[in-house]
């Protein structure tokens, strides 16, 4: 993408429509997206105003003991030391951490307010895998919980990692009661309920 970038915004391509349309083309054969020409342009736009050195470039090799390497068929192939997507999913969602939620560095509790043993540590380390904040889990003050509730303990100072936990929750076709303050000492509270299937 670097390199795209590099190459797209030279002005020898920029100012030459036959290396725009060679481009283009280079990039049809890979590339496939529903976005409009207009939307594009703006992306170009956008595009010029990124810094390259901020960037961040990383390799999943064998060396960073996510992958290794084996042989299906005769074929040379790369797959993942834990028979799964998991941890490479955990490495990638840590890189990519959005700034808003890592300034905000949100203290974050979850309980488990069901007869369901583990479900909210379920939750914390989803959540953890997406860097939030997450400081202790423990049982709620009942088990009774048919709805997840979510306790806004600094009453709106923390604005966005509310808002991302709840597009979270709405990915698993939640929507959490939000409530301002109570007697909680971390910025926010999740009470786990019964509507949370631990997916």
Same mark, same amino acid.
């Given at each position: 993408?670097?390199?795209?970038?590099?190459?797209? #915004?030279?002005?020898?391509?920029?100012? &030459?429509?036959?290396?725009?349309?060679?481009?283009?083309?280079?990039?049809?054969?890979?590339?496939?997206?529903?976005?409009? #020409?207009?939307?594009?342009?703006?992306?170009?736009?956008?595009?010029?105003?990124?810094?390259?050195?901020?960037?961040?470039?990383?390799?999943?090799?064998?060396?960073?003991?996510?992958?290794?390497?084996?042989?299906? &068929?005769?074929?040379?192939?790369?797959?993942?030391?834990?028979?799964? +997507?998991?941890?490479?999913?955990?490495?990638?969602?840590?890189?990519?951490?959005?700034?808003?939620?890592?300034?905000?560095? %949100?203290?974050?509790?979850?309980? &488990?307010?069901?007869?369901?043993?583990?479900? %909210?540590?379920?939750?914390?380390?989803?959540?953890?895998?997406?860097?939030?904040?997450?400081?202790?889990?423990?049982?709620?003050?009942?088990?009774?919980?048919?709805?997840?509730?979510? +306790?806004?303990?600094?009453?709106?100072?923390?604005? +966005?990692?509310?808002?991302?936990?709840?597009?979270?929750?709405?990915?698993?076709?939640?929507?959490?009661?939000?409530?301002?303050?109570? &007697?909680?000492?971390?910025?926010?509270?999740?009470?786990?309920?019964?509507? +949370?299937?631990?997916?």
């Amino acid at each position: 993408m670097v390199a795209i970038k590099n190459k797209a #915004l030279g002005m020898d391509t920029l100012l &030459n429509p036959a290396k725009i349309s060679s481009l283009l083309d280079a990039l049809g054969n890979h590339l496939k997206t529903d976005i409009q #020409l207009w939307e594009i342009q703006r992306l170009i736009d956008i595009f010029k105003e990124v810094d390259s050195n901020k960037i961040i470039n990383k390799v999943i090799s064998p060396e960073e003991g996510l992958v290794k390497t084996s042989n299906i &068929n005769g074929a040379s192939v790369v797959i993942p030391v834990s028979g799964d +997507y998991s941890e490479i999913r955990k490495f990638a969602h840590e890189l990519f951490v959005d700034n808003y939620l890592k300034d905000e560095n %949100a203290s974050i509790v979850v309980l &488990n307010g069901t007869t369901k043993a583990s479900i %909210a540590k379920i939750l914390a380390e989803t959540l953890k895998s997406y860097s939030y904040n997450i400081v202790k889990t423990e049982n709620a003050d009942n088990t009774n919980y048919e709805k997840t509730v979510i +306790y806004d303990n600094t009453k709106g100072k923390k604005p +966005y990692t509310l808002e991302f936990i709840k597009k979270r929750f709405s990915k698993l076709s939640l929507s959490p009661e939000i409530k301002l303050g109570g &007697n909680y000492s971390e910025d926010i509270t999740i009470i786990v309920g019964s509507d +949370y299937r631990g997916k």
